[in-house]
T-cell receptor, first 113, second 110 residues
């Protein structure tokens, strides 16, 4: 158990819909990262937050948005869903800038039908 | 941003042989280079890492080497075992976002 909690574990929805994925980082971790992993693909960096502020942005679509709340949990919002958005979405956390190892949650598997 | 390339994409070895996976990175400011192992259906987990002030690090059967001048780093697994079969990802970070390579699917045949 990494200490990073993601909900829901599985989600099935239809094209055009909107979903919210939630992540609670390890206790004491200030940084949260979101990654998308499509079937048999790599880990595509989406966005990083540090202590409530956006720190870095990767290949995140405009239909996607995220935020980190004062209690440090984070949410990833995916809207106008398309079939190609079906993937495993990982959240990871670490203590903060320059602190090394990322601890990954179990992921949220999104299926868009 | 940082761009990490990883080779090969698949690697098949006989049990007991060595396996080597190579990565290159683009951002000379990157200073931390971890390797993650992802088993089927599981989350990625760190197996070894190296910082830019070190050229080599070893932990039992696994080792990582870093060449800052050439901007490449490698994972070496010796005496491979069937349980080493997984997807391995390299990554690089300059204290901000952490970018991953595309992954190497390692198969160790008994």
């Amino acid at each position: 158990d990494s200490g990073v909690t993601q909900t829901p574990k599985h989600l099935i929805t239809a094209t055009g819909q909107r979903v919210t994925l939630r992540c609670s980082p390890r206790s004491g971790d200030l940084s949260v990262y979101w990654y998308q992993q499509s079937l048999d693909q790599g880990l595509q960096f989406l966005i990083q937050y540090y202590n409530g502020e956006e720190r870095a942005k990767g290949n995140i679509l405009e239909r996607f948005s995220a935020q980190q709340f004062p209690d440090l949990h984070s949410e990833l919002n995916l809207s106008s869903l398309e079939l190609g958005d079906s993937a495993l979405y990982f959240c990871a956390s670490n203590r903060g800038v320059g602190t090394g190892e990322l601890f990954f949650g179990e992921g949220s598997r999104l299926t868009v039908l | 941003g940082e761009n990490v390339e990883q080779h090969p994409s698949t690697l098949s070895v006989q049990e007991g042989d060595s396996a080597v996976i190579k990565c290159t990175y683009s951002d000379s400011a990157s200073n931390y280079f971890p390797w993650y192992k992802q088993e089927l259906g599981k989350r990625p987990q760190l197996i070894i890492d190296i910082r830019s002030n070190v050229g080599e690090k070893k932990d039992q059967r696994i080792a990582v080497t870093l060449n800052k001048t050439a901007k490449h780093f490698s994972l070496h697994i010796t005496e491979t075992q069937p349980e080493d079969s997984a997807v391995y990802f390299c990554a690089a970070t300059n204290n901000n976002d952490m970018r991953f390579g595309a992954g190497t699917r390692l198969t160790v045949k008994p």
